[in-house]
């Protein structure tokens, strides 16, 4: 995926507050399309229960389940995370448990970002000792972390990226910006995370 300045033209319309737009909407589609193929075959026609984070994980999650020819269940969580700056680093907690029982059940994980690892390897442990016949992950995006020593394995990723906060197609910063179809960067933190 092109990472290079020339890809980093903002529409106007999204201000400021935006230095540019890494991820368009057009590269999302159509990797977009490609994960549902991908999720197609790994469940060859069993029911899957999709577990979609809140409130991150919403606008990719509707474009993907469109694109399932599945038996699909639905169910949402929600999950606080502890960003790593903190100086005692703090299990992740469940604030909304799934609805469904997954006992038994295929249960496909699905998140915007995977940054530390935390909130997906805490999902996946819990889907586990509900009794879930299998666990998969699946993230739109992985950032890149080389100060980390290992993070889970992820079964499905929609884009590798560098370690730049990005915000859009469901991804936030304070609440805002979830409704930018395109990934982008915010200015505040160009050149960076924000860590
Ligand atoms: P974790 O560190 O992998 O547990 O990620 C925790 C959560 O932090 C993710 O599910 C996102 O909601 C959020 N997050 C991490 N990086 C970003 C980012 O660049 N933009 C917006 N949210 C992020
Ligand atoms: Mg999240």
Request: proline share 6%.
């Amino acid at each position: 995926m092109p990472t290079d300045d020339s890809t980093l033209a903002a529409p106007e319309a999204y201000g400021p507050e935006i230095a540019g737009v890494l991820v368009s909407r057009a590269q999302i589609a159509s990797r977009v399309c490609q994960l549902a193929r991908g999720i197609t075959e790994a469940y060859d026609g069993s029911e899957v229960t999709i577990l979609g984070t809140l409130t991150g994980s919403l606008v990719f999650l509707s474009d993907l389940i469109r694109l399932l020819p599945l038996r699909v269940r639905l169910d949402l969580v929600r999950v606080r995370s502890y960003p790593d700056t903190a100086t005692t680093p703090r299990e992740p907690e469940l604030l909304l448990a799934p609805a469904s029982d997954l006992k038994g059940k295929h249960v496909l994980i699905v998140d915007d970002i995977l940054d530390t690892g935390r909130t997906l390897e805490f999902l996946r442990a819990h889907a586990s000792s509900s009794g879930a016949a299998s666990v998969r992950t699946c993230v739109l995006l992985v950032k890149r972390r080389d100060d980390l020593p290992s993070r889970p394995a992820t079964d499905f990723v929609g884009f590798d990226i560098d370690d730049h906060f990005v915000v859009g197609y469901g991804l936030d910063y304070g609440d805002l910006y979830r409704n930018l179809p395109d990934i982008c960067l915010l200015a505040r933190f160009a050149g960076g995370s924000g860590r």
